[in-house]
C-alpha cells in the first residue's frame, strides 16, 4: 500500500479494506489536524474533532467522488465543516448560557403589588363612574359592562338612540377626564 495515492486508498477504504484505511490515515492524519486546530485553536478540541472526522472518514468513505475532487480535498473540508460545528455549536452554548443569566436577574413577577394596581384602579374607574349624572352612568354601564350595543341600550332604556349616543359621548368624556386619559 505504500505508494498508492490518497484518492485509491479512499476507495479502497470504502469497500471496508482496513489497511487502506491505515495506510490513508498516514496521509491525512496531519493536515486533518492541522485544519482543525486552525479553526478551534484548543488542542484538545481539536484532537477530538480529528478523531471524530476520520471515524467519519471510515464511515462515508463510499460518498467520495474521485470525479470531483482529491481524497485530500474531500477530507479536509468535512474536517472544516466539523471544526466550524463545534465552534458553532459552542457559541450556541455560550448564548444559552447567557440568555439564561439575564433570565436569572430578571425580577420575579410580583402578585401582590399587581393585585394592588389593579384594585387602584378599579376604585378610581368607581370613582370616576360615581361622578357621572344617573342616566350617563346607567348608559355606560349598560354598555361596557353588559356589553349592549347602543340600539340595545335605547331599546331596553325606552329612549330614542340619539339621546343614547349624547349621554354616552358626555359620560365618556367625563369619565375620560376624570381618569385623567389625555390620548
Known amino acids: 500500500m505504500p505508494g498508492q495515492r490518497p484518492d485509491e486508498l479512499l476507495l479502497q477504504v470504502a469497500r471496508g479494506d482496513q489497511d487502506a484505511f491505515a495506510a490513508l490515515y498516514e496521509h491525512i492524519a496531519g ?65 444559552r448560557e447567557h440568555k439564561a443569566a439575564l433570565l436569572e436577574q430578571t425580577p420575579a413577577y410580583d402578585e401582590v403589588s399587581e393585585a394592588v394596581d389593579h384594585r387602584l384602579e378599579r376604585e378610581h374607574v368607581r370613582r370616576c363612574l360615581q361622578a357621572l349624572t344617573r342616566t350617563q352612568r346607567e348608559s355606560v354601564v349598560l354598555a361596557y359592562y353588559r356589553g349592549l350595543t347602543y340600539r340595545e ?14 349621554r354616552m359621548r358626555d359620560g365618556l368624556i367625563r369619565m375620560r377626564d376624570c381618569l385623567g386619559v389625555t390620548a
Do not use: C, M, N, Y
Open 153 to 166: 341600550v335605547a331599546e331596553l332604556l325606552a329612549v330614542p338612540l340619539g339621546t343614547v349616543k349624547a
Open 31 to 95: 493536515p486533518v489536524l492541522g485544519i482543525v486546530r486552525s479553526v478551534l485553536r484548543d488542542p484538545a478540541q481539536s484532537e477530538e474533532v480529528a478523531q471524530e472526522v476520520l471515524v467519519e472518514v471510515w464511515r462515508t468513505a463510499a460518498r467520495f467522488r474521485p470525479e470531483k475532487g482529491g481524497a485530500l480535498a474531500w477530507v479536509l473540508t468535512i474536517a472544516h465543516r466539523r471544526a466550524v460545528d463545534r465552534v458553532r455549536s459552542a457559541q450556541a452554548a455560550t448564548d
